[in-house]
């Protein structure tokens, strides 16, 4: 059993620009939760992905948007980039997690680190 | 709007000393609290929910609605205890959205 995912380890952008950032879930998780890092605060959720639909959204305005494919695999896209958006990007997978009552430890990845100048 | 309070970056205890790092608080009904652990070069996991009540490597957290708290306890620190510590929040009934604090950092020393 393989553990999640992230691709690329980190990159370098430039204001305008557009990124895609890539995950691959545990194995057998069907759900998939992208959170952004900023330097010295604890992760802030994106949005959730359960079978291949965005089932949750943070406080991210739509240039932040993503993909879930048939496979569980996960992409976060974000267009237009700012400053601001300079990050450690994590993904979370986690099993079974459509059902709304109950809640299934997420398996974090290490992380992409984005920086933007 | 949910939110959470660590107030400390940072705490430092003596190996053997007992270890409280706080955490407040904010929402309006009935959440489900975790700690999330990052040891260093390693990625973030759960260390403990108030759900489960349990003990994990030595640590408990009770929550207490009255207080609007969930502090994370440990009798005695150990120096593999050395970590960053995230308190984080989930509506209870709702979807996967946790809300995490801006973490605290434990510094054992030997």
């Known amino acids: 059993e393989t553990g999640v995912t992230q691709s690329p380890t980190h990159l370098i952008k430039t204001r305008g620009q557009q990124v895609t950032l890539r995950c691959s879930s545990q194995s057998g998780h069907n759900t998939v939760s992208w959170y952004q890092q900023a330097l010295g605060q604890g992760p802030q959720f994106i949005f959730q992905?359960?079978?291949?639909?965005?089932?949750g959204r943070g406080n991210f305005p739509p240039r932040f948007s993503g993909l879930q494919f048939p496979n569980y695999s996960s992409e976060l896209n974000v267009n237009a980039l700012e400053l601001d958006d300079s990050a450690l990007y994590l993904c979370?997978?986690?099993?079974?997690?459509?059902?709304?009552?109950?809640?299934?430890?997420?398996?974090f990845g290490p992380g992409t680190r984005l920086t933007v100048l | 709007a949910q939110r959470v309070t660590q107030p400390e970056k940072l705490l430092s205890v003596f190996k053997g000393a007992p270890v409280e790092l706080k955490c407040n608080y904010s929402y309006s009904g009935s959440p489900e609290l975790f700690w999330y652990v990052q040891y260093s070069r390693h990625r973030l996991q759960l260390l403990l929910r108030?759900?489960s009540r349990e003990s994990i490597k030595g640590f408990t957290a009770d929550l207490n609605k009255g207080e609007t708290s969930f502090h994370l306890k440990k009798p005695f620190a150990q120096e593999e205890d050395s970590a960053m510590y995230y308190c984080a929040l989930r509506r209870s009934g709702g979807y996967q959205k946790v809300t995490f604090g801006t973490g605290t950092k434990l510094q054992v020393i030997p």
């Open positions: 108030h759900i």
């Open positions: 992905y359960y079978r291949e639909e965005e089932n």
């Open positions: 979370a997978s986690s099993p079974h997690s459509g059902a709304q009552f109950s809640y299934n430890e997420q398996f």
